[in-house]
């Protein structure tokens, strides 16, 4: 998966509208790109969801991606 860091997503000129929405979803749920290292990816299947990536002595050991509209399934996905 190509996701990047949404901090670093937002720095790219034009933003998706994809983009845009996950942006939106942080901020109804009162979360901060300084909160933890969020990332988005713009893949078919992941545009539409917040990714969570867990850590493991400083490594990406797998992630949580979150769908944040609709009733899409499966909610989350997820890989370990």
Partial sequence: MDAQRISDAIQDE???EHLVSVLDYLSGRN???DDYPFYWCDKQG???RLIIP???AG???GYT???INGNVNPRYISEQ
């Fill in 31 to 33: 979360l901060y790109l």
């Fill in 65 to 67: 991606a979150r769908v």
């Fill in 14 to 16: 034009p933003i998706s």
């Fill in 54 to 56: 867990f850590y493991y």
């Fill in 59 to 61: 490594q990406v050991v």
């Fill in 46 to 48: 992941f545009r539409n």
